[in-house]
């Protein structure tokens, strides 16, 4: 069974930083990979990072140049690097792994952290 953990979300000015981390068990690394999503309040669900399974990695634009996503596989952990931190990353962070359903990748889903950026 997949089992995703996030950690590390919290409170923090503008133009700070934090690291979110999350655990990844009971996962076989595929072409799908693992991502990195987020929600604001009254917002639908947003990509924010996509690592694909040979490692290469998608950023969306609004986060290009400031967020970092690393997997490390042998600790089966997958991290986001948060710099220069804007009000508008106020969201409720969650990080998936894919799995290769029938006709296309499934996500499982960690519970998700809370990041705050006041301003």
């Known amino acids: 069974q997949v089992r995703l953990e996030e950690s590390g979300g919290g409170s923090v000015q503008t133009g700070g930083s934090l690291k979110l981390s999350c655990r990844i068990s009971?996962?076989?690394?595929?072409?799908?990979?693992v991502s990195w999503f987020r929600q604001g309040a009254g917002q639908e669900r947003d990509l924010v990072a996509h690592?694909?399974?040979?490692?290469?990695?998608y950023y969306v634009d609004f986060v290009k140049g400031r967020f970092t996503a690393s997997l490390d596989k042998a600790k089966n952990n997958l991290t986001l690097q948060m710099n220069s931190l804007k009000p508008e990353d106020t969201a409720f962070y969650s990080c998936?792994?894919?799995?290769?359903?029938?006709?296309?990748?499934?996500?499982?889903w960690g519970p998700g952290t809370q990041v705050t950026v006041s301003s």
């Open positions: 998936a792994a894919g799995s290769q359903g029938r006709d296309s990748c499934v996500n499982t």
């Open positions: 009971g996962f076989r690394y595929n072409f799908c990979g």
């Open positions: 690592i694909i399974g040979d490692g290469e990695t």
